[in-house]
Nanobody, 119 residues
Framework: QVQLVESGGGLVQPGGSLRLSCAAS????????ISWYRQVPGKEREWVAS????????SYADFVKGRFTISRDDATNTVHLQMKSLKPEDTAVYYC????????????WGQGTQVTVSS
């Protein structure tokens, strides 16, 4: 019953901005950490950013630090990824993931949204 649905992807020029959203349902959203990952065809999936529950600490991969902002709205069960100063190398499918609270928990992934940065 857990669902994560990404949206907001599209085509943007280098230097532009996009805001991705991840709508969650089927679980107590507010107590779970949520992360964004991205993947280019033929490449390994890489971690982009995470936000914890509660205090909502955030962390970022070095290659997006200062450009991307992750946030969550527990009232609407939604996580956002605000992306600015986009580069062609940011082109990828972006996924959100529900993190584990205990080691035995399943990791749930969304289906992804395509981001293309090109002139």
């Amino acid at each position: 019953q857990v669902q994560l649905v990404e949206s907001g992807g599209g085509l943007v020029q280098p230097g532009g901005s996009l805001r991705l959203s991840c709508a969650a349902s089927g679980f107590t959203f507010s107590i779970y950490p949520i992360s964004w990952y991205r993947q280019v065809p033929g490449k390994e999936r890489e971690w982009v950013a995470s936000v914890t529950s509660g205090v909502q600490w955030t962390s970022y991969a070095d290659f997006v630090k200062g450009r991307f902002t992750i946030s969550r709205d527990d009232a609407t069960n939604t996580v956002h990824l605000q992306m600015k100063s986009l580069k062609p190398e940011d082109t990828a499918v972006y996924y959100c993931k529900r993190g584990r609270r205990i080691s035995s928990e399943y990791e749930y992934w969304g289906q992804g949204t395509q981001v293309t940065v090109s002139s």
